[in-house]
């Protein structure tokens, strides 16, 4: 294509994200998911694009403000206040703090980076919030992200293949590690630009595979094409040598299920749970079974390295947790003051202009070691306040949804496991929520997890409107013989 068909193509994408909102979010997504192999293509490997996906996602916001949709936390606040001050006040420090890492870089692209590092799942939030009138809305969205990850994930195996295509080279100098054996490999990343972020991605579909074969009615069908899906996004992730998003795919099974047999005593019954894990577990037998019987001993040899590298994280992942938050507070301190060195010194990205491990130390790989080093002291408490705040945001949350719509609810508890293994994985390593693609993703999860009461109240607020109808209309009848009595 040439370079005016290309641009021709985003006039286009940018004009119905602002004639049409909720396509605009569609558009969003694939805008997402098409800058990392697009930005492999271009001289240099520009690093703006990386961002790029937050152009339609300003463009979709201004088309629903400008159609008077309320983009804007005062809905999320009425339903519980927690969120008020402790947001406010967060949003306050990293402008502040975004201040300071100009200051202290001279770089306006490091600043940038910072406010996008903190700030950019805000406004998917918001959109997310207003787009979900129905679970039906949600499981539309999810459905479109995890065909996108599917597509994109593919990539690793026509890397793994030998096809040498440039929209599967990793950006940069790519990554090898190394197997317990101590056999070099090669981490493949496919059409995204690094492992890092298809690992993730893979581990997202499979957690959102999970979670929409729950929600949805019937459709063993489906069912059982996602359990099939879910050993080819495992093995993907396997080729790209990020283990922790092997403990995020166990993390969330473990907290998906504890969320749900808490449930069971209100609206999820266990013979419906067990009728679904029989049809998912079918599904990965199926394909288990297909795979052991297609793929060639050569094969079965050349990834066996990779699945023993995987199996190993059982043994790192608590001494990495241990290291990654308190254990490196001290050195964080040492190098950056209890005040930090400014938001998007230490963020992803900001390696490429001057910022990074040589502002804020090699101890900062850690979340909340980032956060710290960034923000500093009082950073960090307001990250834990607002946390915790959340969190009783939610669980008011689930005291409305527990005893409503099962299907509704297995779908909100599954987002709030995702949201909450997130929220671990970035405890121990912050890199790849550097990505806006990555934090808007979660940011469009939470607006779907705190719309759920209004998702939830609408069919009420419908039946009392029309009970009030007809009780006035009855009214009405009663009163007009009174009338014409009267009126005798």
Same mark, same amino acid.
């Given at each position: ?20 909102? &909720? ?14 192999? #697009?930005?492999?293509?271009?001289? %240099? ?6 961002? *790029? ?9 201004? %088309? ?5 949709? &309320? ?65 039906? !809305? ?7 992200? #995890? ?26 100098? %790519? ?121 060639? !001993? ?10 023993? &590298?995987?199996?190993? #994280?059982?043994? !790192? ?48 790989? %850690?979340? *909340? ?5 960034? *923000? ?98 009855? !009214? ?13």
């Amino acid at each position: 294509m040439s370079d005016f068909e290309i641009y021709g193509l985003v006039a286009v994408g940018l004009a119905v994200c602002f004639a049409n909102w &909720r396509t605009g979010i569609f558009i969003c997504f694939v805008v997402g998911f098409l800058q990392d192999p #697009v930005r492999k293509l271009m001289p %240099g490997q520009p690093v703006f694009m990386t961002a *790029l996906v937050g152009v339609p996602l300003a463009m979709t916001v201004l %088309g629903a403000h400008l159609r008077r949709v &309320r983009i804007s936390f005062k809905p999320i606040h009425a339903w519980n206040k927690s969120l008020r001050i402790p947001l406010g006040l967060f949003v306050l420090l990293v402008l502040v703090q975004t201040v300071v890492g100009f200051i202290n870089t001279g770089s306006a692209i490091i600043a940038g980076i910072g406010l996008l590092a903190y700030l950019a799942p805000l406004p998917a939030i918001l959109l997310g919030y207003q787009f979900s009138r129905s679970a039906r !809305d949600i499981v539309k969205l999810m459905k479109f992200y #995890v065909l996108g990850s599917i597509l994109m994930v593919s990539g690793i195996y026509l890397s793994y293949l030998g096809y040498d295509w440039k929209a599967l080279i990793s950006v940069g100098e %790519g990554l090898i590690a190394f197997a317990p054996t101590g056999e070099k490999l090669v981490l493949y990343s496919g059409f995204f630009r690094s492992p890092e972020i298809a690992a993730w991605h893979a581990a997202a579909a499979v957690c959102s595979l999970i979670v929409l074969s729950a929600a949805i009615r019937g459709q063993v069908v489906v069912k059982l094409a996602a359990g099939a899906l879910a050993p080819f996004l495992v093995g993907a992730l396997l080729l790209t040598g990020r283990r922790k998003f092997l403990v995020e795919i166990f993390l969330f099974l473990s907290s998906y299920g504890l969320l749900l047999v808490w449930s069971q005593r209100t609206a999820i019954k266990s013979a419906a749970l067990m009728r679904l894990a029989l049809i998912f577990a079918s599904g990965v037998a199926a394909a288990s079974v297909g795979y052991i019987y297609l793929a060639s !001993d050569v094969t079965a040899t050349n990834v066996l390295p990779y699945y023993t &590298r995987g199996a190993s #994280v059982q043994q !790192d992942v608590g001494e990495r947790v241990s290291v990654m938050t308190m254990e490196s507070f001290q050195y964080v301190l040492a190098q950056n003051g209890v005040l930090g060195s400014g938001a998007g010194t230490g963020s992803q990205g900001a390696q490429h202009f001057g910022g990074g491990s040589r502002i804020v130390g090699g101890a900062a790989e %850690g979340g *909340l070691g980032k956060v710290l080093a960034e *923000l500093g002291v009082p950073g960090l408490v307001l990250l834990l306040w607002l946390a915790i705040s959340l969190a009783r945001y939610l669980w008011s949350v689930l005291s409305v949804i527990k005893e409503g719509d099962p299907q509704l609810s297995k779908l909100a508890l599954g987002l709030l496991a995702f949201l909450v293994t997130n929220g671990f994985v970035y405890a121990i390593a912050h890199q790849v929520f550097g990505d806006p693609f990555v934090l808007i993703i979660l940011g469009f999860f939470l607006g779907f997890v705190m719309a759920m009461p209004r998702i939830v109240q609408k069919p009420q607020v419908f039946a009392a409107r029309a009970d009030n109808a007809a009780l006035a209309f009855s !009214d009405s009848r009663q009163a007009r013989p009174l009338a014409d009595a009267i009126g005798n």
